[in-house]
């Protein structure tokens, strides 16, 4: 019975351990199906990573390299199915060019974001960077491959270097400099260019060094300014400022800024061109005051013009008052009481032609009596004459050795001489130093072009004083006529005016230099001549000659056509006279063979004067013309003269002048030795 009973106490402690382990494996069961199913999960899960990840992954068999798995991502890299990839040997995808290369089987390397490239479906390679790592699967030795297309991304790269290349190059190439600053004015970078520009300076010599360092403080101030508002605005800059090169002198630069900010917008500093426009600013000085001349030349010859034509109309009238108070001479005696007034006349008549000869020099009209100079011996003659006069002015002069001759008019240049030498007295009323140069000189075409002469050999002649100069305004209108700026009274405004045309209508010019304070140089130009110095001197008769024959006085005034007749009848000539030139050619061919001699003006309404002598000369190739005008032998007279022209009075004439100057055309044919320079002009 106790056998039976522990028995019995057995079973029912197996029974009991029995049960435990039924529930111990049931447990087991069940933790075996939850981990199965996490697993499950977990798999599933890691399936969609594989397939939604951008990655591109393989799944290779490291024994064989054959694919054996590929995610979506390397699919549509590819452009194959999954099944067409699936099986392939992996160096047939990646890395074709390396096939039987393997760098991590065959050659033990380490791949961790190594470029490689990828063959896709359509023959293409793609740029990869891939990673390779060991991996065992379900006992299977595998390498799990994962690889992201770069190719845009290299690319980019390259274009971002080509660019850079070409950047360089352009910088590298390009006359202006390209400079980057930080917000300090440090130089962070700048092109070669720089050490063109800044006189030897090398690009590392200006790196980390500041702006201010190779700028005046004046301007360092400025380009603050300039920084500070690009900084505030954003707007870009341009300006010219001047910058100090190595070498210590100054240049012009024309510097343009812009705003530099990074990604996120924050202010890091500048950038920008300086570009080199110190020869750009000359030239468009000497441009300006090339246009300045220009139009200044331009309004001097209108303004010429309108003073010729008002010189020739007073000089008609100071005819007629001379024709007339002639005429009453020859009629009265010496002691009547009216004599002497009209010697005053006549006196009157002469200060209004000097006057009227002003003008006409300055409008290139003046009576011309031209030979060859010598410069040297004009300017010591009028130097020493103005000396002896003003001692007070002290005169100094240089003369060049072998100076060339001038074909020019004597009186009319000591005329210019001296007019300058009373400029520059009145500018020392304390007295001071006149300095006076003749020097031979070539002019070449670029400096000729303002003047509108032409280039060559010419003489200068400069007249400089320490007087009290002239301002700009003054400067710029020296020239005009009627301009002073003596008190009323006191000056015409004609001698530097009648100076300029004088000139002028010798083929030269004439140019001023001054400053305030500083004094006043006149300088004057004139063609030289290969013409040589002629020494002679005509003495004019002083009396009134008398003589016989038939003389045609030609005018289209009333006034000068009636004194015409009187004078020429009170000188014993017989007289035909003739209203114009159409009229005066109907009047010599109806008395062909009987004038001996024709004294016609120049300018008439109908027929100029030039054409009424061609047509006579065509009635009679011997005929005799004197020609008259207010205007001068200059000009259209000397064309009309070198056509064979007898000789040429200028109005207003005297008796004695006119009945000279007939006396001679009747015995001698011409008052000239010359028909290219005459040698006697009335």
Not at 206 to 231: D, Q
Not at 542 to 547: D, L
Not at 576 to 584: F, I, P, S, W
Not at 608 to 636: C, H, T, W
Request: proline share 2%; charged share 30%; with cysteine.
């Amino acid at each position: 019975m106790k056998h039976q009973s522990r028995t019995k106490q057995e079973l029912l402690e197996e029974n009991t351990f029995l049960k435990q382990k039924i529930h111990e494996l049931e447990q087991s069961e069940s933790e075996r199906v939850r981990a199965e199913e996490a697993l499950r999960d977990n798999e599933t899960k890691l399936r969609a990573i594989f397939n939604i990840v951008g990655t591109g992954i393989f799944i290779i068999d490291r024994d064989t390299q054959i694919i054996i798995e590929a995610n979506q991502a390397a699919i549509e890299m590819i452009g194959l199915t999954k099944e067409r990839i699936i099986g392939q040997s992996c160096h047939s995808l990646v890395c074709p060019a390396q096939a039987g290369k393997c760098p991590v089987k065959d050659l033990g390397q380490t791949i961790d974001n190594s470029e490689r490239k990828l063959l896709c479906a359509d023959g293409h390679l793609k740029d990869i960077l891939k990673t390779v790592y060991p991996i065992t699967i379900k006992g299977r030795n595998c390498y799990v491959e994962s690889f992201i297309d770069i190719t845009e991304r290299k690319r980019a790269e390259e274009d971002l270097r080509e660019n850079e290349a070409r950047y360089r190059s352009i910088l590298g190439n390009i006359e202006e400099v390209f400079y980057e600053v930080n917000l300090k004015g440090d130089i962070t970078y700048v092109n070669d260019a720089v050490e063109k520009m800044l006189g030897g300076y090398t690009r590392d010599e200006l790196i980390g060094l500041n702006n201010r360092e190779h700028t005046t403080p004046e301007t360092a101030k400025r380009m603050f300014s300039v920084f500070n508002k690009v900084y505030r605005t954003g707007e870009p800059s341009k300006v010219n400022d001047e910058i100090i090169t190595k070498d210590g002198s100054t240049k012009l630069l024309e510097i343009s800024s812009f705003l530099v900010m990074d990604q996120d917008g924050n202010k890091t500093g500048f950038r920008g061109l300086l570009r080199d426009v110190s020869e750009r600013i000359r030239a468009e000085k000497e441009k300006k005051k090339l246009e300045s001349q220009f139009y200044q030349a331009q309004k001097m010859e209108a303004i010429g013009t309108l003073a010729g034509g008002i010189a020739h109309d007073i000089n008609n009238i100071l005819m007629g008052i001379q024709g007339n108070a002639s005429i009453v001479l020859m009629d009265i005696d010496p002691s009547d009481p009216q004599y002497e007034k009209l010697k005053n006349i006549e006196q009157y008549v002469i200060s209004g032609s000097n006057l009227t000869k002003q003008l006409l020099g300055f409008a290139r009209s003046g009576k011309y009596h031209v030979k060859a100079t010598d410069l040297n011996k004009l300017v010591e003659k009028t130097s020493g004459m103005f000396g002896r006069t003003k001692k007070e002015i002290r005169i100094y002069t240089r003369f060049q050795d072998g100076i060339w001759s001038v074909e020019v008019d004597q009186s009319q240049i000591e005329q210019v001489l001296l007019n300058i030498y009373v400029n520059a007295w009145q500018a020392m009323p304390a007295g001071g130093d006149l300095y006076l140069d003749v020097q031979n000189i070539i002019i070449d075409e670029e400096y000729v072009k303002t003047y509108r002469i032409n280039p060559g050999r010419y003489v200068k002649i400069s007249i400089t004083d320490t007087g009290s100069g002239m301002d700009d305004a003054t400067r710029q209108r020296v020239f005009d006529p009627f301009f002073t700026t003596k008190e009323m009274g006191r000056g015409t405004g004609l001698g530097l005016a009648s100076a300029y045309g004088i000139i002028k209508n010798h083929g030269g010019f004439i140019n001023v230099y001054s400053e305030t304070g500083k004094g006043t140089t006149f300088n004057i130009y004139l063609p030289s001549t290969e013409k040589k110095e002629i020494n002679e001197e005509i003495q004019p008769t002083e009396k009134v000659i008398k003589g016989s024959g038939t003389i045609l006085f030609v005018d289209d005034e009333e006034m000068i056509i009636s004194l015409g007749k009187e004078i020429l009848k009170k000188l014993g000539y017989n007289v035909l006279l003739a209203n114009g030139g159409r009229e005066a050619l109907e009047v010599y061919e109806n008395n062909r063979g009987k004038i001996d001699l024709v004294i016609l003006d120049m300018i008439m309404p109908d027929l100029s004067g030039n054409d009424v002598f061609e047509k006579m000369r065509e009635i009679d190739p011997d005929a005799r013309v004197l020609l008259s005008s207010g205007y001068s032998i200059n000009g259209q007279a000397a064309e009309i003269i070198k056509k064979g022209c007898c000789g040429f009075i200028q109005k207003p004439f005297n008796l004695i002048q006119l009945s000279n100057i007939i006396d001679k055309i009747m015995k001698n044919g011409s008052v000239f030795y010359s028909l290219d320079t005459p040698d006697a002009i009335i």
